[in-house]
Each structure stands twice: as structure tokens, then as C-alpha cells.
């Protein structure tokens, strides 16, 4: 079996866009899953969605896919009793577009951490779901 595809049967929710215009994948707490970032969360939090990838591919840039995966993934995840999302984004070396559009959704940094494989720095982010959250829910 494919390491994808693997993923695929772990995912809370996986979903794209058009052919391959974008897609996000993410999972729960339950998870058998062991990403360094993914487990940094589950040492913190009892339960939430990690979003371990958003992808968009640079021809689909600018028509809004990512906000729309990620409002889809929101209202997946508040309908399954979740009340956070986390992700992380790279610090060193930085990826500002990734960190303005996360900021813009209303996540939070609420740590950072070097990944010893790779000796990347990240930034783990949060946002918290609900009445108060500035995320639409539908």
C-alpha cells in the first residue's frame, strides 16, 4: 500500500479541488500517525484537527481554494465536536505567504519547535472554533 493512500484511510477529512487544483489533508487526535508536529499537538491538546497539508498548485493561486478547503475543513470539524485546528508553518526557512494567510484566517501561534530530520524551524498555530471564532460557519 502507498504511504499515501495510507494517509488517506488515517485522514479526518481529505478533500480537492478541480483535477489537482488544491487539496487538504487532515487529521484527528485518534490518528496512528507520526509526524514530530502531529505528535507535538497531541502532547498538548486532548483533542483536535491537525492540518498536516494544504497544497495548491501555482496555476490555481488567487481563486480563493485554500479558504475554501479550510472553511469546509472548519465546519467538518464543529459539526464532529471539535473546537481546534492546528498547523504548522515554516519559520527557517520562512514561508510568509503561508503564515499571512493563516494569520488572516485567525490562527494563532501557540509555539515553536526544530525539527531534528530536516533542522527546519516552525511555528505551531491554532484557532479555536465556535461562537466566537471569526470563522463562517454554515
Not at 483533542?47 to 490555481?60: L, N
Not at 464532529?80 to 519559520?91: D, K, P, R
Request: glycine share 6%; aromatic share 14%; hydrophobic share 40%.
Amino acid at each position: 500500500m502507498s504511504c499515501f493512500r495510507r494517509l488517506l484511510q488515517q485522514a479526518f477529512y481529505a478533500r480537492y479541488i478541480g483535477e489537482a487544483e488544491a487539496f487538504l489533508l487532515a487529521f484527528d487526535q485518534d490518528a496512528d500517525y507520526d509526524s514530530p508536529n502531529f505528535l507535538w499537538f497531541r502532547e498538548r491538546f486532548r483533542r483536535f484537527v491537525y492540518v498536516d497539508r494544504i497544497v495548491v498548485s501555482p496555476s490555481a493561486r488567487g481563486h480563493g481554494y485554500a479558504r475554501a478547503l479550510y472553511n469546509d475543513l472548519f465546519n467538518h470539524a464543529l459539526r464532529a465536536g471539535h473546537s481546534h485546528v492546528v498547523c504548522e508553518v515554516n519559520l527557517g526557512p520562512p514561508n510568509l505567504v503561508s503564515d499571512a494567510f493563516h494569520a488572516a484566517l485567525g490562527f494563532r501561534e501557540i509555539g515553536q519547535g526544530v525539527l531534528s530530520s530536516s533542522a527546519k524551524t516552525v511555528r505551531y498555530l491554532c484557532i479555536e472554533l465556535g461562537e466566537n471564532s471569526l470563522i463562517r460557519t454554515e
